[in-house]
């Protein structure tokens, strides 16, 4: 009984975490620079494809692949910005939905196109197989690596949003646009780098995240209900609250799953309902306000 | 609304009766209306489909009884029943198509099925849910029914030393079929049920099932998914819970090891145990000509869904030789209840009664031959009848 629950537990928090880290990034983009930006997952999927060419079909060794795709993608996410989303930042959230909505279907076919529409393997290397055994308990080694990477990028974002000058300068251009620029910060540098470093969260979640949650052209459409769902939990913009928001998540769908099977993915979504009835704020973000204050 | 379609409906019914009685109308061409998927994620179903008609065109003359044979593609992107039913239509009104062949999903299959009725055109259909062809009695099915091979797997598991068995399926028709087949069979043999969990079709996330499943310390593990992605989700997940080190095995039916995603799914489906009506690695003359017509093509190689619509050609060219030409889709359907046909699966008839497949079922193991996985058969229960 107990073992169970552990395992449950076990098998929750690593969801949870491989969920923070493809969500972090639009946590970062909709909730600090106020952009709907639906394309997120689009980028996630990229990571996801670029990962699979390297390691499988170049033989690239995987943690070498995961870190030439996240600077890759983080570079070329700066010229997306400029061209298609800059112009964008002052209008209304519905025509970013738009935009971006559009964005993540085209991304679908570009990737049909190039890579097929058949699901991609991530070879995984095989220190990263199988399973670490402690009595009747076990994890699989992999999850614990996405486990450690998500409560790395916690700390790591905590400690570069309250203590750099980047993370400043960031919070003081989101605050106030116009008093920011008149300090002298470069709102227009400092927005580009934020969306750059959102993408290249986007697409460690994606390489990351695809020998998890499988592959396909439909990818970005399908996790992007997940990552929404985090983010709306959590609160748009707390780095803390999306990292609460996703465990909580991780936990519930994987308990409703195991204990009530005929609920299926069912329970996540009851879950989202009662969190906006009682705080539409999402969970977090008042804490963070407070602090902020 | 529905008055208006339906006198549509008996309009084209009325102008394909009419296109269909002059009998001298030889040198026409037969025509075969072709729906199924050839973009979106089920693309692959679509291109095992078509490559394997054509094979059987190769393999047999693109000529029967002095016509010659057309085919005419028409792609539904996938589960679209409104498609399907649309696609349908025309073929039979504007392209006057002899025979509709393909809807490989029950739900475009069941959109098509009045279509068929209303023109009495004959359908061959390819999806699994066993209520298909009860739609139209111009429904033909050449594939497989999920209650046809479950039940065999069931049987040969009771019988080889497994007594508890767990099962985990996909929650929707085919999905129900299975669990329900593979149940009343097991435990009409002695066997005895662990626990069963219905997955959602569209998740894939399999994990917590699976550690249920696993928990329950079953012998064995019986699986249902529809093929391809979800099947090769489902067995990454299984590789990582340690079902192997525990002892607990792996049954199902072949969708989860078909011959299209096994290279994909890679080594970890050794010693997967199946029951299917076809394997790649079926031993005969007739199936290595099939295979080696498919993979002429650029095909990897032909897979259970391919096997269905060659014998779908089989069935209309012979129906077309004992007509002798004539294509009247009463006369058709009547040749066609009771053919009994050699197919690269091997041999099969349509129930008279039914219209539904009558085959071998096969239980197969996954292993290397010449480096590559396949399903090799090593058991076979005899004229399974579809249920």
């Known amino acids: 009984m107990l073992t169970d629950f552990v395992g449950v537990i076990i098998d929750g928090t690593s969801y949870g975490a491989m969920l923070f880290v493809i969500a972090l990034g639009l946590s970062i983009t909709l909730g600090l620079m106020g952009f709907v930006n639906l394309a997120h997952t689009a980028v996630a999927m990229f990571g996801g494809y670029f990962l699979v060419t390297l390691v499988n079909q170049l033989a690239w060794p995987f943690f070498v692949s995961v870190a030439v795709v996240v600077v890759v993608i983080a570079l070329a996410s700066l010229v997306l ?38 699901q991609q393997a991530v070879r995984v290397p095989e220190y990263l197989e199988g399973r670490w055994y402690l009595g009747d308990l076990s994890i699989s080694k992999y999850r614990l690596m996405l486990l450690g990477t998500g409560m790395a990028l916690l700390a790591l974002l905590n400690w570069g949003l309250d203590s750099t000058r980047l993370g400043a300068m960031i919070r003081a251009s989101v605050d106030n646009q116009r008093i920011a620029a008149s300090m002298g910060i470069p709102v227009k540098r400092v927005f580009m780098i934020a969306f750059a470093i959102g993408s290249g969260l986007a697409a460690l979640g994606g390489a990351l995240g695809a020998e998890v949650l499988g592959l396909d ?14 983010v ?48 539409p704020q999402g969970l977090y973000s008042l804490v963070a306000r407070r602090r902020a204050a | 609304m529905k008055p208006r379609l339906r006198s549509c409906l008996a309009s084209c019914a009325l102008a394909v009766a009419a296109a269909h009685t002059p009998t001298h109308a030889d040198e026409k061409p037969l025509k075969i209306g072709v729906v199924t998927e050839f973009s979106g994620t089920y693309a692959s179903a679509g291109q095992s489909i078509e490559s394997a008609m054509r094979a059987y065109m ?13 085919l005419i593609l028409r792609d539904t992107g996938g589960i679209s029943p409104e498609n399907a039913r649309r696609y349908a239509q025309e073929l039979v009104t504007r392209d006057k198509v002899d025979a509709l062949v393909g809807f490989n999903f029950t739900p475009n299959a069941l959109a098509a099925a009045p279509i068929a009725t209303a023109a009495k055109t004959p359908m061959i259909a390819l999806a699994a849910t066993a209520i298909v062809t009860e739609k139209s009695p111009y429904i033909v099915r050449t594939a497989f029914t999920l209650g046809q091979t479950s039940a065999p797997m069931a049987t040969w598991a009771a019988k080889n030393g497994i007594k508890r068995v767990f099962s985990l399926v996909s929650d929707y028709g085919p999905g129900h079929d299975a669990a329900q087949a593979f149940k009343d069979a097991f435990t009409a043999a002695g066997g005895q049920m662990a626990g069963e969990i219905r997955m959602p079709v569209s998740g894939m996330e399999f994990a917590p099932f699976l550690q249920r499943a696993r928990d329950a310390r079953a012998d064995a593990i019986f699986v249902f998914v529809p093929g391809s992605e979800a099947a090769i989700a489902f067995m990454k997940a299984y590789n990582e ?9 792996l ?18 489906a050794l010693d997967t145990v199946t029951a299917h009506h076809y394997s ?25 869904i391919g096997v269905g619509a060659y014998d779908a050609m089989a069935v209309i060219y012979a129906a077309a030789k004992k007509t002798g030409g004539d294509t009247d889709g009463d006369k058709l359907i009547a040749a066609m209840k009771g053919l009994k046909l050699d197919s690269p699966r091997g041999p099969i008839s349509i129930d008279p009664a039914t219209r539904d497949i009558v085959q071998d079922i096969y239980i197969r193991k996954v292993q290397k031959v010449g480096g590559e996985l396949y399903n090799v058969e090593f058991d076979k229960i005899e004229a399974v009848k579809a249920r």
Not at chain 1, 86 to 93: C, E, I, S, V
Not at chain 1, 217 to 225: D, E, G, K, Q
Not at chain 1, 263 to 276: C, E, H, Q, R
């Open chain 2, 251 to 268: 049954i199902g039916t072949g969708d989860l090891v078909d011959d299209d995603s096994l290279p994909a799914i890679g080594d970890v």
């Open chain 2, 58 to 70: 190769k393999l047999n003359g693109d000529t029967v009884a002095g016509r010659k044979v057309e």
């Open chain 1, 81 to 118: 910005e400029r061209v298609v989303y800059a112009p964008f930042y002052r209008a209304t959230a519905l025509d970013q939905s738009l935009l971006t909505f559009g964005l993540m279907l085209m991304a679908g076919g570009i990737v049909h196109y190039f890579w097929g529409s058949s």
């Open chain 2, 280 to 304: 790649a690695a079926h031993d005969s003359d007739l199936n290595r000509a099939f295979v080696k017509a498919v993979q002429a093509q650029g095909r990897k190689r032909p897979n259970f």
């Open chain 1, 217 to 230: 052209p439909a990818f970005a459409t399908r996790t992007l209900v997940l990552c929404l769902l985090v």
């Open chain 2, 241 to 249: 819970r340690g079902f192997k080190q525990a002892g607990i095995r």
């Open chain 1, 232 to 279: 709306v939990l959590g609160g748009a913009g707390s780095v803390n609250g999306t990292f609460f928001a996703a465990m909580l998540l991780g936990i519930c769908d994987i308990g409703s799953k195991y204990y009530v099977p005929e609920f299926g993915a069912f329970m996540i979504y009851v879950l989202m309902a009662v969190v906006l009835l009682y705080r």
